[in-house]
């Protein structure tokens, strides 16, 4: 339940969780930005990248654009707008869906496979540099358990495809 006027004063931040907020906020703004500019070197946003990574990943290259939608983690039409940006590159294609003509399947070509297969290495380097070569093994493994005890918060049902690979945010902290 969240709190409204008329219910109990607001539990303001301590000094400690304040810090922690203010950490998350500067990554959540500042490391999309810094994978943006590596893969702008290789021709590529990270919104594009990741909507090429999910369908390299998944059976014949191909997925609907409702799937897509959930695993890039942005709308349709932002969806549809990056999509055509790839199709015009030559890195993807959309038909109708054999199975069900009201759906729309978004399939990357042999070209945008080979486009992002050329660019994973200098993507995980800088995921690597940026976010785990700072981080002990112990660190890696709690911040695996807080993102997804984060997500589970903002999506109890987990409902996007991250969810198969999700940790059980009941897990205790004994890691």
Do not use: C
């Not at 500019?37 to 990248?49: D, I, N, S, V």
């Amino acid at each position: 339940m969240t709190n409204t006027p008329t219910d109990e004063a607001p539990r303001w931040l301590d000094e400690e969780e304040r810090r922690a907020w203010l950490g998350l906020v500067g990554i959540m703004r500042r490391l999309e930005h810094a994978l943006d500019a590596q893969l702008r070197e290789e021709g590529l946003t990270h919104f594009e990248y990741g909507v090429m990574a999910a369908l390299s990943e998944s059976p014949q290259r191909a997925l609907r654009m409702s799937v897509l939608a959930l695993y890039a983690e942005g709308s349709l039409s932002r969806l549809s707008q990056v999509v055509a940006r790839l199709e015009r590159k030559g890195y993807a294609h959309r038909r109708p869906d054999p199975d069900d003509g009201r759906y729309t399947l978004a399939t990357l070509t042999d070209e945008g496979y080979e486009r992002i297969v050329s660019a994973a290495p200098g993507h995980v380097a800088e995921v690597r540099r940026l976010v785990f070569d700072p981080l002990t093994k112990a660190q890696v493994k709690q911040l695996a358990h807080i993102g997804q005890r984060v997500l589970h918060a903002i999506d109890p049902g987990g409902v996007g495809p991250r969810a198969m690979h999700a940790v059980d945010p009941g897990d205790s902290d004994r890691d």
